[in-house]
């Protein structure tokens, strides 16, 4: 066999395979950016579960078959009947994005604290009256909306959230003297939104 022709051969061995590889690498690769709306449709391919979007279900509870979904960035339960942030939400290590605005929660586990990715926590327009101290300790945290409540002084650890850039206390009766301890406490490069103050009782 001549030694052009041998030298082809042995390029295309190299190469077709190479090529083989990359078409399945293209065929395997995940759509990160798909929202799934439905636990059931999700539950068919759990691992690639990036962004899930569950508003309107009259959940009441935060629904545990969440946790299947181990890559979860982002999760919105908005406009539902959920009174709980449970401790198991700490197993959503990759979540970055949490919004649970337009529902009954009083009580948010301290075990939140624990989701060292979250750059974003949206509670507005529930009942919460206080927030776990430990929540102090989100250092990616970016926004923290938490308009509408019954919140009229945050944890002291809120001072070492050094990455927070805006925090949301709108539509809350606060005092003037509430307004400023508030103040007092957070980093003072952060956007910090009040409604107008009141002469509360």
């Known amino acids: 066999m001549p030694g052009s022709t041998r030298s082809i051969i042995v390029l295309l061995v190299l190469i077709v395979p190479a090529f083989w590889g990359s ?6 690769q ?4 798909k929202v799934y709306k439905s636990i059931e449709k999700a539950s068919e391919n759990p691992g690639e579960v990036f962004h899930l979007k569950l508003k ?4 009441e509870s935060f629904p545990i078959e969440i946790l299947q979904f181990e ?3 982002s999760l919105s339960l908005d406009r539902n009947r959920i009174d709980t942030i449970p401790d198991e ?4 290590k990759s979540l970055e994005r949490l919004s649970v605005e337009f529902n009954n929660l009083v009580y948010v586990s301290p075990k939140i604290a624990q989701l060292n990715n979250l750059k974003e926590v949206r509670l507005g327009d529930n009942e919460i009256a206080t927030l776990p101290e430990s ?7 970016e926004t923290l909306s938490l308009w509408s409540n019954n919140i009229v002084e945050v944890p002291g650890s809120f001072k070492d959230l050094s990455t927070l850039k805006t925090v949301d206390l709108r539509h809350i009766r ?5 307004q400023g301890a508030i103040r007092a406490m957070l980093p003072n490069n952060i956007e910090l939104k ?4 009141c002469n509360c009782d």
Request: no cysteine; net charge negative; charged share 20%.
């Open 89 to 92: 939400i700490s197993k959503l």
């Open 30 to 33: 995940v759509d990160s950016s």
């Open 135 to 141: 929540m102090g300790k989100l250092q990616n945290l």
């Open 194 to 197: 009040f409604s107008t103050t």
């Open 71 to 73: 890559n979860l960035i």
């Open 174 to 178: 606060h005092t003037e003297a509430e």
């Open 56 to 59: 309107w279900n009259r959940y």
């Open 23 to 28: 078409d399945q690498e293209l065929t395997a």
